[in-house]
């Protein structure tokens, strides 16, 4: 069976602060991808990252970068120089090979305040 | 915007009532997913269709039931419903249901049952 934790509920910082929102998952396939979803309060999910188990290399997209170690079962977000925009719920969520059902298992989802 | 569509936004019925809420994939797609998040339970996977055809089944109670049409639009159908069913309600698709295909989801229906 597959698992993501995401132990934080929520979280609050000011703007232009960094801030990391942990990320654990299990499972037992060898092959899986993994991702993050943004829920603005708007409602939608917009995706943000996907990442195959078999690339480690951590990755930067702007203010965005992901932390992927597959030796800790962890993918973690840090958003440097936070704004009062990226203000949402983030999930984590892990999708195993289609042999096990490929379907989306998500994490709790952090809260993410961003004050001015 | 996702190029997903849902419709309506919000519905709001009475307890032992049956609703139905449909789901526009992006064009192209082939899979559609529904999902249903609520403060108890958080997001959670129902089924999947792959072109007409059920593909995988989750946690999805048998009150509940859905289909995906020729035209490739998904409708998911909810009866005798208790106030639990108090959700909203996501669909989601992509281009044909692997692993590594992103989901793109729509804005969600939000179902109020009094």
């Known amino acids: 069976a597959q698992k993501v934790t995401q132990a934080q509920t929520e979280i609050s910082v000011v703007e232009k602060e960094d801030v990391t929102l942990d990320c654990v998952y299990e499972?037992?396939?060898?092959?899986?991808?993994l991702f993050w979803y943004k829920q603005p309060p708007s409602g939608e999910l917009v995706f943000l990252i996907r990442?195959?188990?078999?690339?480690?290399q951590n990755e930067i997209s702007g203010r965005y970068s992901w932390n992927f170690q597959k030796s800790t079962s962890s993918f973690n977000f840090t958003i440097t120089a936070s704004q009062v925009v990226d203000s949402a719920v983030y999930f984590c969520?892990?999708?195993?090979?289609?042999?096990?059902?490929?379907?989306?298992?998500f994490g709790e989802g952090t809260q993410l305040t961003v004050n001015p | 915007d996702s190029g997903v569509t849902q419709t309506p936004k919000h519905l709001i019925t009475a307890t032992g009532q049956r609703v139905t809420l449909r789901c526009s994939p992006r064009?192209?797609?082939?899979?559609v997913y529904w999902y249903q998040q609520s403060l108890d339970q958080g997001l959670q996977f129902l089924i999947q269709?792959?072109?007409?055809?059920?593909?995988a089944k989750g946690n999805i109670l048998e009150r509940f039931s859905a289909q995906q049409f020729p035209d490739l639009h998904s409708e998911l159908n909810l009866s005798s419903l208790e106030l639990g069913d108090s959700a909203l309600y996501f669909c989601?698709?992509?281009?044909?249901?692997?692993?590594?295909?992103?989901?793109?989801f729509g804005s969600g229906t939000q179902l109020s049952v009094l």
């Open positions: 969520a892990l999708r195993p090979p289609e042999t096990s059902g490929s379907r989306l298992t």
């Open positions: 064009s192209g797609d082939l899979s």
């Open positions: 990442r195959n188990s078999f690339d480690e």
């Open positions: 989601a698709s992509s281009v044909g249901g692997s692993t590594n295909e992103k989901l793109f």
């Open positions: 269709y792959y072109n007409g055809e059920e593909r």
């Open positions: 499972t037992r396939d060898t092959t899986y991808y």
